[in-house]
């Protein structure tokens, strides 16, 4: 601040306060601020017309003080572009390509305005729309510094009027069509975009568009529109009573460019196979290939398994509740996925759903926390089946499922099954040869069938060919054509009784009152057991290609019931 001369004169500081430019000055320098001041005030005495007002304001900060930076974004204002100045004609769809301000190239699809076209894919980054119908185009994404003048318009087409329609029927180029592969895109006469998918049955919708596609022929069918209050508005010229629909909405239908509109669906083909090749004559196979589990008369069983962990340790007598009643099924596995058996350690009461300790519980082998898998499930018939997977059941579930971990699985049903001894023959020489029908000559020697017949049971037989081969007068070896030799020098004198190890039971049992004399080293006693099941040809088909799936697994349980 300056000395002042007597002609000078002391503004006053304005009424309304103003923010003034900060002043930097250092900690000493305050002082010598504050005598200034106090010299211009007592210097403005001595001017003639002077009359002090309001107060004086000094700003400063230290000189140390740090910079503080911040800063704002701000949403920059779209540009709007009148493509057609001159002409009232629509644009034609997919036509527009211009330069904007020698930075990037932008084009349309569908009412959209993209830049940045990657040429490999023709896609690129969304950054505005276009009216086609007014020619207005915003961009809304660009780079800085934008000349909005400096515009290079690379290709435009204009028509004189757009083929409008309020429905569109037509077929795809083959059949059968993957369900819910169906997608249909388009855009309004003035540009706004739509789109449109097809459900699993068929069913499309989406906005501005509803109808529905039969997979099976290829047929579409699109109804381009919406739906609103019929209230207020019987005077329009689009009102029309038949389009009230069953939920009291109205349909009023919206044109639509019928040259915008695009769809993309998968369709099947199918290739002839050789029959030596999949081991099955494919006359016999559906054209698309694909073959129901589950057909109308058979039997399905629908089930939800949960895994509940129980509380280590477990305890003599402890009695747990699964909070499921009703369930099928209860079998606890230990921390390594090992079974453990109830024998001895357990007990079950699937009604109440609850798992009871033994009292003198041993779990030595089993590392603990254990968990308690168990399953509900219903076994019901099946009227009718779709081959989208829908099913009809004849009777309503016992149970409430929920969706996660609910399956349906296919039931083979075989009717009442037994075990038993059949084909039973003598034969003189082994030839090596595991034939059902006698080769070469029969023995001497026989065994009585009618008062000793060869007994089997449920539990204890398997699908077997067996053989008593003798290596002596009075001694043979028992063999099975899978099991092999299960036991050396058996003497006829004792009853024959080979334990099944799988069921702690005999495979069948051989009484010692029913050999005759004559037999000799050599001779062999040939029959079969049927086991108490049925056969059953699993098949997997693998189709060529990269492994999508490497973990795929399936499980087969055998169920029954028993008098």
Known sequence: MGTMTSSERIVPWPREPQTPDPVTVTDSGIKTITSQVTKITEKSKDVEGFVPAGLAHVVYCKADTAVVTRSKIFEASPIVLDLTPDTGQPIVEGSIFFKLSNVEHYYDRNGLMYRSMDARTGGGIQSGTVNYATGECIITEYAGDIDVKAIKLESLATELGKQSITEAHFRTPGAPVR??????????????????????????????????IDVETGLVNLYFGGTMDPAGNELEEWYSAENIRPDGKLWVPVPVAAESITYNCVVYSYLPLDADLIGIDPVRLPTDGRVPIIAKGDTAVIHNTKNDQLTAPLTAGQVIDLTRQNVSLIELYDVDGNYVPSAGRYTVDLKT??????????????????????????????????????????????????????????????????????????????????????????CVANYNTINFPIITTNKGAIAERWMLKFVGDTAFDVIGENVGVIEQNHQITNTLAPINPATGVPYFTIALDGWGAGWATGNILRFETEAANHHIWIVRTTLPGPVTEPNDEFTLQIRGDAD
């Open 179 to 212: 369900p819910g592969s169906f997608y249909v895109a388009g855009a309004l006469l003035d540009g706004t975009p739509w789109n449109a998918t097809a459900d699993f049955n068929g069913v499309i919708t989406g906005d501005y568009v509803q109808g529905g």
């Open 353 to 442: 759903g609850t798992v009871t300790m033994a009292e003198s519980l041993n779990l030595v082998g089993f590392a603990e926390p254990l968990t308690a898998m168990h399953r509900i499930e219903d076994m019901v018939l099946v009227t009718d089946t779709q081959i989208n997977g829908q099913l009809t059941l004849s009777s309503a579930l016992a149970h409430d499922y929920e969706l996660d971990g609910t399956y349906v699985s296919s039931a083979l049903e075989f009717g009442d099954l037994a075990a038993k001894v059949t084909n039973i023959f003598d034969q003189k020489t082994w030839t090596n040869v595991w034939s059902d029908k006698l080769i070469g000559d029969a």
